[in-house]
């Protein structure tokens, strides 16, 4: 029996097999046909305090300290004006980060692909907690930089998860339409995540670091990364809640929060909303190709269940005995953060099973990406 679960072990193909093969056909591939930006998601950007020269979000350090002199909350003024305070992005996570999205798409490249970094694949770094629009524009100043210094008409850009509505920002309603060849989203929030909603009501723990409410409500960016239908609470009935999550008066039902913050919030979403609005109505220029890479292996959800007593559902772990008839309901397949009919917005996808951020890491989603990437074209 020993026997031959050791001749089957040895018959799998295991990823560290995968990537072996990966290094074997990279090592024949000809020059990358155009540089690559990658644009990671939520929170894969470090960002440095530059008086204090520290590192406030991104290193392991910053998930055990919980005070810095400039937190990440950003400033809000009395009539509810969201500002900027002095952090700056700088850098991805490493491979020992608790988000490595942006290094491990970097590293693939590299590795996999024969994109040498800073000659044919690019990060942008950008501040997360900013709205599409202003990193949108921040991204057409990183792809003019690399046009010029590459001598290329037009860039590659690959997104993961919400960097997909900076992209799509850039390409519809920015510069990018005639500087863009092919558009590669991977596992995109393209119509929204109920994620966004429970970062808001279940604030996010890294060991001893809190993402808090008050903190989370100060950030463009969360907004904008809403279901696009607000009504995707429903009760322990299974009946849809009578709240629209874009308009903030149902906030107050869910969150109350102080005057000051409350009108910052409200302008948060009315900008998110504005913009979603215009992201739909637009289509991506005809000239740039678009593929979706997603996953569909884990129950993700995209309605969440509010109960009596005012707590929320958002994995099937959680629900209990009696709610278990509302899974169906509540869940659909996705790669545990974005829910499939999200990711695809309704078009096609290349599917993978895995999770999201797994995903970037997968050997066999690498290889399609690489291939996507280095396919020759016809216009």
Request: proline share 6%; hydrophobic share 40%.
């Amino acid at each position: 029996m020993l026997m031959i679960a050791a001749i089957m072990s040895f018959a799998c193909t295991t990823d560290h097999t995968r990537r072996g093969y990966l290094k074997t056909i990279a090592a024949g591939l000809e020059e990358p046909p155009r540089p690559v930006i990658v644009i990671p998601g939520f929170g894969v950007t470090r960002l440095l305090d530059p008086v204090r020269n520290r590192y406030v979000w991104g290193t392991p350090h910053t998930t055990v300290q919980r005070h810095y002199q400039d937190d990440l909350d950003l400033p809000v003024d009395t009539a509810g004006n969201i500002g900027h305070d002095r952090l700056i992005p700088r850098g991805y996570v490493g491979s020992r980060g608790p988000v490595n999205i942006g290094w491990q798409l970097m590293e693939g490249l590299r590795k996999f692909g024969r994109y040498t970094p800073e000659r044919d694949v690019f990060g942008f770094q950008y501040d997360w907690r900013l709205s599409a629009r202003e990193n949108a524009a921040k991204l057409d100043e990183l792809v003019e930089r690399v046009r010029r210094e590459r001598h290329s008409d037009r860039v590659d850009l690959v997104t993961h998860s919400a960097g997909s509505i900076v992209a799509m920002t850039y390409l519809k309603l920015g510069n990018g339409a005639s500087k863009v060849d092919h558009l590669v989203l991977i596992a995109p929030t393209q119509l929204g995540v109920v994620d966004a909603f429970r970062l808001i009501v279940r604030p996010e723990r890294f060991l001893r670091r809190v993402f808090t409410t008050e903190m989370v409500m100060t950030w463009p960016s969360v907004p904008e990364l809403l279901p696009e239908d607000g009504h995707f609470l429903v009760d322990e009935n299974g009946k849809t809640v009578d709240l629209d999550l874009w308009q903030p008066e149902s906030w107050r039902r869910i969150r109350p929060l102080d005057s000051t913050l409350e009108r910052a919030f409200a302008r948060s979403l009315a900008d998110a909303h504005t913009l979603r609005d215009e992201l739909r109505r637009r289509s991506i220029p005809s000239g740039v190709r678009v593929t979706v890479i997603a996953g569909d292996c884990v129950a993700t959800a995209h309605r969440v269940l509010m109960r009596r007593d005012g707590s929320f559902v958002f994995y099937p772990k959680e629900l209990l005995a009696q709610e278990r008839r509302l899974e169906p309901l509540l869940f659909e397949v996705g790669d545990g953060t974005v829910p499939l009919s999200s990711a695809s917005g309704g078009g096609e996808a290349m599917l993978f099973c895995d999770g999201h951020q797994g995903i970037a890491a997968d050997p066999n989603a690498q290889h399609a990406l690489i291939t996507i990437l280095r396919q020759q074209w016809r216009r």
